[in-house]
């Protein structure tokens, strides 16, 4: 089974803190998105990665960076988290140009 | 800037009633994926559709991608309560970017 895993379902901050959110895949894709989705705004895309150590900004990029050291392994992060931070946070990778995703559980994060 | 439009927005029927969504765009895409997410949960891959025409069927669940590749539909027969979710489009043009529709949220009444 392809398996997309993000480091915490769950996670509450404070404003000004740095948070890491890790997301692992196992299925050997080059690609990999970060995205958040909040309530009437759908998924937007944050950034993704079409190879190691290579990062593109999506349509969101403000307040946020990635990482990504290891083919499987994306990693996002809130430089300084503020409450417009909330969000539901998902991972997701795919191969090559296929044209579909698999998506990680997750991270709903809460910023206070 | 692409769009992808979903309707209807809501959908509440009760078990063993019929449904189609709608997934529509002005724009073309090389493939068009459907997704079904649970509450709290991530998104799940349901089908993939390339070719225009094109139809597919998994189980109850028929999917059908337009003649010109810019709309698809899901139709759902005999529902079952466990067809609830949020249920998303997404089209892709060949880049590394997908365009999401805006969803539609299902609901059914055992």
């Known amino acids: 089974d392809v398996k997309v895993t993000q480091s915490s379902r769950y996670l509450v901050k404070r404003t000004g803190e740095k948070v890491f959110l890790e997301c692992v895949q196992d299925?050997?894709?080059?690609?990999m998105f970060w995205y958040r989705q909040d309530p009437g705004l759908g998924l937007r895309l944050i950034y993704f990665?079409?190879?190691?150590?290579?990062?593109e900004k999506g349509d969101i990029p403000e307040g946020y960076s990635v990482s990504r050291e290891k083919k499987e392994r994306f990693s996002l992060i809130l430089e300084s988290a503020s409450t417009n931070q909330t969000s539901m946070y998902l991972c997701?990778?795919?191969?090559?140009?296929?044209?579909?995703?698999?998506f990680g559980p997750g991270t709903r994060l809460t910023v206070l | 800037t692409q769009l992808l439009e979903q309707s209807p927005q809501f959908l509440s029927i009760q078990e063993g009633e019929n449904l189609t969504v709608y997934c529509n765009s002005s724009?073309?895409?090389?493939?068009l994926q459907w997704y079904r997410q649970e509450p709290g949960e991530g998104p799940v891959l349901l089908v993939t559709?390339?070719?225009?025409?094109e139809v597919k069927k998994l189980k109850r669940l028929t999917f059908q991608f337009g003649d010109a590749r810019k709309d698809s539909s899901l139709h759902i027969t005999a529902a079952q309560p466990g067809d609830t979710g949020l249920y998303l489009c997404?089209?892709?043009?060949?880049?590394?970017?997908?365009?999401f529709g805006t969803g539609t949220r299902l609901k059914v009444l055992a």
């Open positions: 997404a089209g892709f043009s060949g880049t590394y970017k997908y365009i």
């Open positions: 997701a990778s795919s191969p090559g140009l296929a044209g579909f995703q698999f």
């Open positions: 990665s079409y190879d190691v150590k290579m990062k």
């Open positions: 299925m050997d894709h080059e690609n």
């Open positions: 724009s073309v895409f090389s493939s």
């Open positions: 559709v390339v070719t225009g025409g």
